[in-house]
């Protein structure tokens, strides 16, 4: 079965990290882009970070200099590495597939998504 399983949210204080994690299967990961893509409570959906098959990477403005997304293409997982959390980054988090090795194309593939809260 074609999936996407994100996990390693939870409740943090401002200021602090979390690692998510998503573990693809069903499909060869090293050949397709992938991307962390958000959805805080009553917002529209938002891209945090992509990476192509090559591990070219890109953040959104917002998550420069505090995320980090990496894969390791031998596991099939990918990850976003998040520091320096703000209570705005309160969200469920998805890990999606693009359509190709281009994070250029479409997405066509969505988790289940794991919830981060930031809260003191």
């Known amino acids: 079965e074609v999936q996407l399983q994100a996990s390693g949210g939870g409740v943090v204080q401002p200021g602090g990290s979390l690692r998510l994690s998503c573990a693809a299967s069903?499909?060869?990961?090293?050949?397709?882009?992938m991307s962390w893509v958000r959805k805080a409570p009553g917002q529209e959906f938002e891209l945090v970070s992509q990476?192509?098959?090559?591990?070219?990477?890109k953040n959104q403005p917002f998550a420069e200099g505090r995320s980090t997304i990496s894969r390791d293409n031998a596991k099939n997982m990918l990850y976003l590495q998040m520091n320096n959390l703000r209570f705005e980054d309160t969200a469920v988090y998805y890990c999606?597939?693009?359509?190709?090795?281009?994070?250029?194309?479409?997405?066509?593939?969505w988790g289940q998504g794991t919830l981060v809260t930031v809260s003191s």
């Open positions: 069903g499909f060869i990961f090293s050949d397709f882009a």
């Open positions: 990476i192509d098959s090559g591990g070219t990477t």
């Open positions: 999606t597939r693009y359509s190709t090795s281009s994070y250029y194309s479409l997405r066509d593939l």
